[in-house]
């Protein structure tokens, strides 16, 4: 028999892989281009409501719409970065601000146009609900499912940025622009597709997520602030930072609503100040 | 250039020339009380844009002069409103001694966080100022024994302003009394600007590691600017806990900090005006537009938000001046 902390330690971790998902892309563009993109969750909400609309209005399966929320989302950023974020690379951290906030609102009256704004919520198949019954925990069966789909992304992530020439670009381009740049690297095309990709895993996780935290249109800003703590948490560029601060912050906020319900919100905020206190670039941050 | 050789080159004529009152500005600031004579009727509206826009005016000292962005400004306007609510509520009702109480809570307050927001730039700095911003509006909601938590505070009692004049539904007094502290601290915002310390903060702006080398301490001045900042925005957080006789919640929340950023920037930062036509125009726009939905509301914010972005770099106030410099140059 364990204690429950274990449990409240289960979902927490669950809850943190999430915000993994949704945060890593954001922490990767930011390192590489220092763009703030306050719509990254615009796109992680534009999943969302992909996989809800296939589900509903098209019948597909659960699993089915997962590479679509992914690709709508990839391909819809990718839209963005030429048309609006391209020439603002080289603008203040105001405008990018305004205009990536901007981009919130309109996205956020949009999916309330379109969608109502209430709670989306999608059936899962019969398999995936329930949980099992470890040791005295209840595991859930979804959340269980989340932790191994982020393993996965997780290792091709890490995999991919330390293994392969792409990898290569992106670290010599995070690490210094103007040099690799100067070493015939492509920086703007690297930043692109890491862009894609990273607006992509958002809408993974928006529609991941669609199960565990709900879907309305509020929540391109209510999962910002997240995302954003997280990405200052674990320092920018860094996707380990990155795992290690969405662990610390899904852990602390589901503790601090299980064993201090009064305090809500509050605790993530203490975190998040005193790790930016102690080292300011964050956890893994060098800049 | 130009700009030098009418000024002279010598500092202190540069700082007087700019300090000479326009035509414009001066139209301006005779234009503020019409509102008394031509729109009764909007006089409560007119008492939110002057408060709207002291707090513009405020956030515009640091995002405009010193170049911190900062999306957690609520937290001294909602500090002020609180501590001038509760003020009037538990101690002593007289208007003027709770803006003066206000501007001190939230300077404290601003002075202590200061210490934090001066060692950091760019990310960390945009988050901390959000962080800083959720904590205290998280924390005003968890002491609702306090704050009244999202029912608002209740029972502020203010006394008549200056023992004379009683708060009026038509917003007579209020109106009257944020007009009059609007312009006091613009008249020390503008003083504050056109000094040596403004344009030490101009240059801070511009580049943050090289001010030291010609002898301004950076740290040192976004410290002082960044608490007097804070102390205006609760200044005017004080000011609407006293026209309206409430304290609500939102006073301190992101949606309040986001407006205000929005509100500088459609003005134009950094051009001390731009606060101010940012609130008239953001808040007149918002009242006009108040009968449709709410998400269409935020769907032509959004919109208004990239096209300045992308197309009026420097807001109205910017723009306005390079279409006149333009006609002149014909």
Same mark, same amino acid.
């Not at chain 2, 409560?44 to 405020?58: E, H, K, P, V």
């Not at chain 2, 410290?223 to 806990?241: D, E, F, N, P, Q």
């Given at each position: 028999?364990?204690?429950?902390?274990?449990?409240?330690?289960?979902?927490?971790?669950?809850?943190?892989?999430?915000?993994?998902?949704?945060?890593?892309?954001?922490?990767?563009? @930011?390192? $590489?281009?220092?763009?703030?993109?306050?719509?990254?969750?615009?796109?992680?909400? +534009?999943?969302?409501?992909?996989?809800?609309?296939?589900? =509903?209005?098209?019948?597909?399966?659960?699993?089915?719409?997962?590479?679509?929320?992914?690709?709508?989302?990839?391909?819809?950023?990718?839209?963005?970065?030429?048309?609006?974020?391209?020439? $603002?690379?080289? =603008?203040?951290?105001?405008?990018?601000?305004?205009?990536?906030?901007?981009?919130?609102?309109?996205?956020?009256?949009?999916?309330?146009?379109?969608?109502?704004?209430?709670?989306?919520?999608?059936?899962?198949?019969?398999?995936?609900?329930?949980?099992?019954?470890?040791?005295?925990?209840?595991?859930?069966?979804?959340?269980?499912?989340?932790?191994?789909?982020?393993?996965?992304?997780?290792?091709?992530?890490?995999?991919?940025?330390?293994?392969?020439?792409?990898?290569?670009?992106?670290?010599?381009?995070?690490?210094?622009?103007?040099?690799?740049?100067?070493?015939?690297?492509? +920086?703007?095309?690297?930043?692109?597709?890491?862009?894609?990709?990273?607006?992509?895993?958002?809408?993974?996780?928006?529609?991941?997520?669609?199960?565990? +935290?709900?879907?309305?249109?509020?929540?391109?800003?209510?999962?910002?602030?997240?995302?954003?703590?997280?990405?200052?948490?674990?320092?920018?560029?860094?996707?380990?930072?990155?795992?290690?601060?969405?662990?610390?912050?899904?852990?602390?906020?589901?503790?601090?609503?299980?064993?201090?319900?009064?305090?809500?919100?509050?605790?993530?905020? @203490?975190?998040?100040?005193?790790?930016?206190?102690?080292?300011?670039?964050?956890?893994?941050?060098? =800049? | %250039?130009?700009?030098?050789?009418? %000024?002279?080159?010598?500092?202190?004529?540069?700082?007087?020339?700019?300090?000479?009152?326009?035509?414009?500005?001066?139209?301006?600031?005779?234009?503020?009380?019409?509102?008394?004579?031509?729109?009764?009727?909007?006089?409560?509206?007119?008492?939110?844009?002057? !408060?709207?826009?002291?707090?513009?005016? /405020?956030?515009?000292?640091?995002?405009?002069?010193?170049?911190?962005?900062?999306?957690?400004?609520?937290?001294?306007?909602?500090?002020?409103?609180?501590?001038?609510?509760?003020?009037?509520?538990?101690?002593?009702?007289?208007?003027?001694?709770?803006?003066?109480?206000?501007? %001190?809570?939230?300077?404290?307050? *601003?002075?202590?966080? /200061?210490?934090? !927001?001066?060692?950091?730039?760019?990310?960390? &700095? !945009? %988050?901390?100022?959000?962080?800083?911003?959720?904590?205290?509006?998280?924390?005003?909601?968890?002491?609702?024994?306090?704050?009244?938590?999202?029912?608002?505070?209740?029972?502020?009692?203010?006394?008549?302003?200056?023992?004379?004049?009683?708060?009026?539904?038509?917003?007579?007094?209020?109106?009257?009394?944020?007009?009059?502290? &609007?312009?006091?601290?613009?008249?020390?915002?503008?003083?504050?600007?056109?000094?040596?310390?403004?344009?030490? &903060?101009?240059?801070?702006?511009?580049?943050?590691?090289?001010?030291?080398?010609?002898?301004?301490?950076?740290?040192?001045?976004?410290?002082?600017?960044?608490?007097?900042?804070?102390?205006?925005?609760?200044?005017?957080?004080?000011?609407?806990?006293?026209?309206?006789?409430?304290?609500?919640?939102?006073?301190? *929340?992101?949606?309040?900090?986001?407006? !205000?950023?929005?509100?500088?920037?459609?003005?134009?930062?950094?051009?001390?005006? *731009?606060?101010?036509?940012?609130?008239?125009?953001?808040?007149?726009?918002?009242?006009?537009?108040?009968?449709?939905?709410?998400?269409?509301?935020?769907?032509?914010?959004?919109?208004? &938000?990239?096209?300045?972005?992308?197309?009026?770099?420097?807001?109205?106030?910017?723009?306005?001046?390079?279409?006149?410099?333009?006609?002149?140059?014909?």
């Amino acid at each position: 028999m364990l204690p429950p902390v274990f449990g409240v330690l289960f979902d927490g971790i669950a809850y943190g892989m999430l915000l993994f998902l949704m945060s890593v892309g954001l922490s990767v563009t @930011l390192g $590489l281009m220092n763009f703030v993109n306050l719509a990254h969750c615009a796109f992680a909400m +534009v999943g969302g409501y992909v996989a809800v609309l296939l589900i =509903r209005n098209f019948g597909w399966p659960f699993f089915g719409t997962l590479p679509m929320a992914f690709l709508v989302a990839a391909v819809v950023s990718i839209l963005f970065e030429r048309v609006l974020y391209r020439p $603002l690379y080289r =603008r203040s951290d105001l405008d990018q601000v305004l205009l990536t906030i901007g981009i919130t609102f309109v996205s956020v009256a949009a999916a309330a146009y379109f969608f109502g704004t209430q709670q989306q919520p999608i059936e899962l198949p019969n398999y995936m609900r329930g949980s099992y019954h470890v040791m005295g925990l209840d595991i859930g069966v979804y959340r269980l499912f989340l932790i191994a789909v982020s393993a996965v992304i997780t290792i091709l992530l890490i995999g991919t940025i330390e293994l392969t020439r792409f990898g290569a670009q992106v670290r010599a381009a995070v690490d210094n622009q103007r040099m690799a740049s100067g070493l015939g690297i492509n +920086v703007e095309r690297t930043f692109a597709i890491t862009f894609a990709l990273g607006s992509g895993l958002a809408g993974l996780g928006g529609a991941l997520a669609i199960e565990i +935290v709900g879907l309305d249109p509020n929540f391109a800003f209510t999962y910002l602030i997240y995302v954003l703590i997280v990405v200052a948490v674990g320092g920018l560029g860094s996707i380990a930072g990155s795992l290690a601060a969405a662990v610390l912050i899904g852990v602390s906020d589901i503790a601090g609503k299980y064993y201090v319900p009064q305090l809500g919100a509050f605790l993530i905020y @203490l975190v998040m100040l005193a790790v930016l206190m102690w080292r300011p670039t964050g956890l893994a941050g060098r =800049r | %250039m130009p700009v030098t050789a009418q %000024m002279g080159l010598e500092p202190v004529g540069y700082l007087k020339a700019q300090t000479r009152w326009g035509a414009a500005e001066t139209l301006f600031w005779l234009a503020t009380p019409l509102p008394f004579y031509f729109l009764p009727a909007y006089l409560q509206l007119a008492s939110q844009i002057a !408060i709207t826009a002291l707090f513009a005016l /405020s956030l515009d000292l640091i995002v405009g002069y010193a170049g911190i962005v900062s999306l957690g400004h609520a937290a001294f306007f909602g500090t002020g409103a609180y501590a001038a609510g509760l003020f009037s509520k538990f101690v002593w009702g007289e208007p003027l001694t709770g803006l003066i109480v206000g501007a %001190m809570v939230s300077s404290l307050v *601003g002075y202590a966080t /200061s210490f934090i !927001i001066a060692r950091f730039r760019h990310l960390a &700095l !945009i %988050m901390l100022t959000l962080g800083f911003g959720l904590l205290l509006g998280a924390a005003a909601n968890s002491a609702s024994w306090l704050t009244g938590g999202s029912d608002g505070l209740q029972g502020v009692n203010i006394w008549p302003l200056l023992g004379r004049f009683n708060w009026d539904v038509y917003g007579y007094t209020a109106y009257g009394y944020s007009l009059v502290v &609007l312009f006091v601290l613009f008249l020390f915002a503008r003083r504050l600007i056109h000094s040596p310390f403004g344009l030490a &903060l101009r240059g801070i702006r511009e580049n943050f590691l090289r001010m030291p080398a010609i002898g301004a301490p950076s740290r040192a001045h976004i410290r002082t600017a960044y608490t007097i900042s804070a102390a205006m925005a609760g200044v005017a957080g004080a000011l609407i806990a006293q026209t309206t006789q409430t304290v609500a919640l939102d006073s301190l *929340g992101f949606e309040r900090s986001a407006e !205000i950023l929005i509100m500088v920037v459609l003005g134009g930062a950094g051009r001390l005006y *731009g606060g101010l036509i940012g609130a008239l125009v953001f808040m007149i726009a918002r009242d006009q537009f108040s009968g449709i939905e709410p998400e269409h509301w935020y769907f032509w914010i959004g919109v208004l &938000l990239v096209a300045v972005v992308v197309f009026l770099p420097n807001g109205i106030l910017g723009g306005l001046s390079r279409f006149v410099a333009h006609w002149r140059a014909k």
